[in-house]
């Protein structure tokens, strides 16, 4: 079992800046991707970033790209997500996941996630 815990949302204007983090604990962290993902009101749940299990490789969305940066500290067992030059789209709520089998290839889909976190709204004012 894996449990998954976000934090670092909240209120920013067009602009500015976000951290969130991710803390994970049960299955060895080192033992699965993560990634992040965001959902709005009446919207689909929709990938952002996604990081392999050693943090060598990763990938973004076209939207955030450039904008968003994804990463891993393996030793606190915690996945980042650095959001800069905030939008008012990217207003959500962020999720993070883990895939024990995941790779390259398939960590940009939500399908292939075994775990998730509750979330954390992230609201960017124009």
């Known amino acids: 079992q894996v449990q998954l815990v976000e934090s670092g949302g909240g209120l920013v204007q067009a602009g500015g800046s976000l951290r969130l983090s991710c803390a994970a604990s049960?299955?060895?962290?080192?033992?699965?991707?993560m990634g992040w993902f965001r959902q709005s009101p009446g919207k689909e749940r929709e990938f952002v970033a996604a990081?392999?299990?050693?943090?060598?490789?990763?990938t973004y969305a076209d939207s955030v790209k450039g904008r968003f940066t994804i990463s891993r500290d393996n030793a606190k067992n915690t996945v980042y997500l650095q959001m800069n030059s905030l939008k008012p789209d990217d207003t959500a709520v962020y999720y993070c996941?883990?895939?024990?089998?995941?790779?390259?290839?398939?960590?940009?889909?939500?399908?292939?996630?075994?775990?998730w976190g509750q979330g954390t709204q992230v609201t960017v004012s124009s």
């Open positions: 996941g883990a895939d024990v089998w995941g790779t390259i290839a398939t960590i940009r889909s939500k399908y292939e996630y075994d775990y």
């Open positions: 990081i392999t299990r050693s943090g060598q490789d990763t």
């Open positions: 049960g299955r060895t962290f080192s033992d699965y991707a």
